[in-house]
């Protein structure tokens, strides 16, 4: 029998984070609650397992934004932020804090539930993916490093060195690695990365690129393996 998936929400509206709870356990997860961000740290910090974090941005205290980036290094789980900000500035704010998607309020529980799903399909997390094979291990630049991609195991390293990345930058990697100097267009990578699609800014590409980019370039400002191709998208150059 498959264990329940581990559910962390961050929400600091009790009947919100109620109605929340009741809907995912009737889905099967097993939903941690937490009213402030210095007790959800906790959570994460002592509870092994968390495979999806809910977060709100506006809280009492430590806000979502600062809750995000003391949490990534903790735990590789997504994390969602569920918001009444829906200005562009925040959304980007929270993606480059290190979350992974972002519903704003009022939202319809059926969309959230879908992008969980989503996420949880991510093979490293889901774990039932097929078994590795040579097609899985790319090396993206042998000049540095090298800069090797593992996408069985959800790994990039330079060297001995791995870096962190969070499940929406693995999603994008891996559909830029599946075409390898090949043009992407924004569209193509929401289509792929996004499954259900993203209905807010499109710019929201451009900000899971840039925050790839920097993990993969040594130089961000002059890119060479994650380059632009302006007015048509992005591509994955192998070196």
Not at 19 to 25: A, G, I, N, P
Request: with cysteine; net charge negative; hydrophobic share 45%.
């Amino acid at each position: 029998m498959t264990a329940a998936r581990r559910l962390l929400v961050l929400e600091d509206d009790v009947g919100l984070r109620t109605s929340l709870r009741l809907v995912l356990e009737n889905e099967g997860y097993e939903v941690l609650e937490s009213a402030d961000a210095e007790h959800a740290l906790t959570l994460v910090d002592e509870q092994s397992g968390i495979d999806l974090m809910l977060v709100d941005l506006m809280l009492t205290g430590m806000d979502g934004f600062s809750f995000i980036r003391r949490a990534r290094p903790l735990s590789q789980a997504p994390i969602v932020v569920v918001s009444a900000r829906d200005a562009v500035t925040d959304i980007v704010a929270a993606l480059e804090a290190g979350a992974d998607d972002y519903v704003t309020k009022p939202f319809v529980v059926e969309e959230v539930q879908a992008r969980l799903r989503a996420l949880l399909r991510r093979p490293a997390l889901a774990g039932d993916g097929p078994a590795p094979t040579s097609a899985d291990r790319m090396v993206l630049d042998s000049r540095t490093g090298p800069l090797v991609f593992d996408r069985a195991g959800a790994i990039l390293a330079r060297g001995d060195a791995e870096i962190h990345l969070t499940s929406t930058e693995f999603r994008l990697l891996c559909v830029l690695a599946d075409h390898p100097g090949q043009v992407l267009s924004r569209t193509a990578l929401l289509e792929h990365v996004w499954e259900h699609g993203y209905f807010g800014d499109e710019r929201i590409v451009d900000v899971h690129v840039r925050r790839l980019r920097k993990k993969l370039e040594l130089d961000p400002a002059a890119p060479e393996t994650l380059v632009t191709v302006r007015g048509l998208g992005y591509r994955l150059d192998v070196r």
